[in-house]
């Protein structure tokens, strides 16, 4: 999934400071699944910010609504009847949710409430961790099912590099695994190391946010 | 047949015991700074590793550094990372640093940026980085503009740019037993020479090299032993828990606080790490590091026995 | 509560319980409670971790003065751990509360077991103090300040998850007394 985290609360007051009806717009997909976007944080966030905004002495009035997907203009459209009635919109979806809603309502204040990070997995109840970092040359298959882009803190093809911790966390991260760490291990454990042998040439980056914005067209599927 | 004809180049060659020291550049703009510490080291080393944003804090370039040095009568060995520039950079980088004078290079990962934010330095952890290439890859880069005259795109240079190229190792960095494997890719991408990170524990490393002997890698590429001067007993055990790879033995904090002169214990131990891994069989050198008190260098190197440097 | 006219000495306390914290079904009080010296709402819970931050915040968002929840002791709970889940939720609507500027001590956790009626004003009545120093919720009266959706509804809510305790003949009669 797609994860996010709170922006700090003093910013989001900052920014509502002119503003007296506010809504909330979560998110249940992604930014729900990381507990950072989905009905319950807008029920935590909304009422959050009526107290530290009057704690700034502004009365504002704000309504909360969660959709499914912030990303798909079918489910943004329901807030379209809440939008009359409001003057901002703080949306806790990720980055695509929120400039979706700004696309859809150009004529009332859209902003982020949270910043959107990475490409995650939920490893355990309370823990998410960066798993891909969509590249667009994914080299899985060599790498025994381990990204070295997304989980090694500097990116190598043909890491480890002289950093790993002992037992085996990474020199910038003592929380996290060094990838290749567990990379070697994978391949030891299939008798396979000999694959871990050959220098990997450079990475074509194009394919990726590197090569320019991206933009798909699948022609099969245009009306 | 000579690669780039450097002075360490041709020291190895000799089957001489080489001998680098580093030189770290200032955090300003002042080349005196630089020509100083030259006139400190003139004569006592085969080469000047010069670093390249090490921690990545902001320091002059490797580049100027090494120019710098150069100009001073010092070879330098010029520093890469691969956190701060793209491909396109690093080659026109090299380009340039031929045409200026520089003829080794050492090409390493670099590191995070989030190191250089610590003790009274604010640091860039915020910075972006690049990581375009990895060090191995830079290797291979470099490798290809001196045998092939060509970049890494494929595309012809106007001519070949011969580096002597180096790269680092680490030993002792977890999975120890893939680590000689990763030095067979670094001279198979290319490396000529390699320096490692700091040793205090000889005998260790004895087993290490010996492992690389046994693949054949000490007759393919000449590892030169990394050393640190240690100042103090603390110093050696902030090392240990902290520097990743760097492992110091119990007894060697130990033999530290006890002494009376912290310094003087400090100069006495380099001396006899030095010797140590002259006699380590597949070791051509040791490369020295007094992190930011090179003057104590020429008085070790004295001590050592390692002055003058052999004619080459 | 809803009528209950902000004075500047009787603060508004509403206390979440766990049911089995308290003695029996007896004990356990419902609803609205006027004292001499603060105006208590009291609601019970089927175990203390149905608690959620946002439930916690609204309350204060409302106007409450102060949220004191009720849970059992460390290792008595009948869910195993709701107890322990309770606190990790307590404890971040509190950070919450710090960074919003409202004070993390208008929110608390006390633990209780075998507890009376008498036992739960006492414990509301412990939390006089500190909400008189922290001073009354900047809020100011209890209104609802966020309105419902307006226009037709697209989902229906969903059914209550905590069905209202049963309350028995004597549980009424001791409201009507309280009144």
Redesign the interface.
Known sequence: MIIAEWK???ELVEKLKGHTNVLVAGCATCVAECAAGGE??V??L???L???L??EGR?I?????TVERQCEWEFVE?LA??VP?VDAIVSIACGIGIQAVAERFPDVAVYPGVNTTALAIRQEPGIWIARCAACGDCVLGETFGLCPVARC????????????????KC???ENID?VW?QI??RAKARGK?DQ??K?????N?SNSRHGGPKRVVREDLRP | MMKAGTRLEKTLRAGQFALTVEVGPPRGPNPEDVRRKAQLLKGIADGYNVTDNQTAVVRMSSIAGARLLLEAGCEPIMQMTCRDRNRIALQSDLLGAWALGMRNCLCISGDHQKASASGKLKGDPGAKNVFDVDSMQLISIMKNMRDSGVLESGDPITQPAPFFIGAAWTPFAPPEEFRVFRLAKKIEAGADFIQTQAVFDMKRFATAVAAAQKMGLTEKTAILAGIIVPKSARMLEYMNANVPGVEVPESLIKRMAAAKDQRQEGYQITVELIQAARNIPGVKGVHLQAIESEEVLPEIIKSAGLLPRPQV | MKDADRSKNTPRIVVVYCRNAVLSVAEMLEGPYTAKEFHAFFAALPCSSKIEPSYLLKILADGADGVLVVACPEGHCRNLVGNVRAEKRINYARSLLDTAGMGAERLTLEPGENLTGKDLLELAQRRLGPLQILGPNPMGSVKKLHKKDEGTKLKPRPARAVPRAKTGRRQSALRKKVK
């Open positions: 700090p609360l003093p319950r944080e029920e935590t909304a009422p959050l009526q107290m530290a009057k704690k009365t009035t704000v309504r909360g609504r329901e009847e809440l009635h803190a500097k990116s190598l093809s043909n890491g480890p590099c002289g950093g790993t911790r002992k037992e085996g020199e910038v991260d060094c760490f070697y291990e190391v871990l042998l220098v990997r040439k450079p990475k980056w």
